[in-house]
């Protein structure tokens, strides 16, 4: 089946960075689009980005746009986000996902998920 496992999620100030990892597990996810999600709480689930298969089609949601980077290693089956300038409403449990590029953007769905990591920006 595999699976995804996110890290580097932790405590930042507002202004800071933060580096996301999403690593597979168990099989290659390296024929998906790789996305990320996140839940505030309270809140619902939110798309934040997400990069094709190939790399060249990156998009993001409006609130991250210019902080945020997408990025992905197929070599090692990884995908990154790189947060910076980060603010206290970018709080919340972050997501990595493995799917179709149309689902994850249109629909906030996704084959595969990962377990969650926490990111909380203090001001």
């Known amino acids: 089946q595999g699976y995804l496992v996110e890290s580097g999620g932790g405590l930042a100030q507002t202004g800071g960075s933060l580096r996301l990892s999403c690593a597979a597990a168990g099989r290659t996810f390296s024929g998906y689009a790789r996305g990320w999600f996140r839940r505030a709480a309270g809140k619902e689930r939110e798309f934040v980005a997400v990069?094709?298969?190939?790399?060249?089609?990156?998009t993001y949601v409006d609130s991250v746009k210019g902080r945020f980077t997408i990025s992905r290693d197929k070599a090692k089956d990884t995908v990154y986000l790189q947060m910076n300038n980060l603010k206290p409403e970018d709080t919340g449990v972050y997501y990595c996902?493995?799917?179709?590029?149309?689902?994850?953007?249109?629909?906030?769905?996704?084959?595969?998920w990962g377990q969650g990591t926490q990111v909380t920006v203090s001001s």
């Open positions: 996902a493995a799917s179709d590029l149309t689902s994850m953007v249109k629909s906030g769905t996704a084959n595969f």
């Open positions: 990069i094709s298969e190939s790399g060249l089609i990156r």
